[in-house]
């Protein structure tokens, strides 16, 4: 029997070269960040922020950009399943985040604001959008589902009385026919 031809094969996740996912991981439960020495102190004020609104942020900051951005999240990501909580990688032209606990919609509008070409405030940016008001996507839902099921319910409610008045009319039709007509 011929081997079946698979239409789509996913990559294998992965990071960029010469990233030590390990290391990270430790300098990131250490102090929150990884990062070159001369970014660490103002990317923890920016970590020491997000906690402070109770994210777990973890930054790490990757010096050349990789081959495609999907690695940087995939870094994001093979981090955060070793230490969870929030974590976004910022390279000079690409940005990567997972997160355990925020939406991947806030993430997104997040990362929207990092393309700084400085990371200290791409990582403040990233913060405000984590801790600034968001949509209230769960209201906004239940409101829609409220207004559609009110109007299937005026709708069948409609339908209803239409009926009801049809069939009187017949009656009434019927019984005026009968009153009317010879024997």
């Not at 690695?71 to 390279?91: C, F, H, I, K």
């Not at 069939?167 to 039709?173: I, K």
Request: net charge negative; hydrophobic share 40%; with cysteine.
């Amino acid at each position: 029997m011929p081997e079946p031809i698979l239409a789509f094969v996913p990559l294998l996740a992965d990071v960029p070269p010469g990233i030590d996912v390990d290391d990270i991981v430790a300098d990131v439960a250490a102090t929150g960040v990884s990062a070159p020495a001369s970014l660490e102190g103002d990317l923890q004020s920016a970590v020491a922020r997000a906690e402070e609104h109770g994210i777990d942020l973890s930054i790490i900051v990757v010096e050349r950009d990789p081959r495609h951005d999907s690695q940087l999240r995939d870094l994001a990501t093979a981090v955060g399943a070793e230490d969870g909580g929030t974590v976004l990688v910022l390279s000079p032209g690409q940005v990567g985040s997972f997160s355990d606990s925020v939406s991947r919609v806030t993430l997104e509008a997040g990362q929207d604001r990092t393309y700084t070409g400085n990371p200290v405030l791409a990582a403040d940016n990233f913060v405000d959008t984590l801790v600034g008001p968001q949509t209230p996507w769960t209201l906004i839902t239940a409101v829609v589902i409220l207004i559609v099921a009110g109007c299937g319910a005026a709708t069948a409610f409609a339908k209803v009385r239409r009926r009801a008045r049809a069939e009187e009319s017949n009656r009434v039709q019927s019984t005026t026919r009968e009153t009317t007509e010879p024997h």
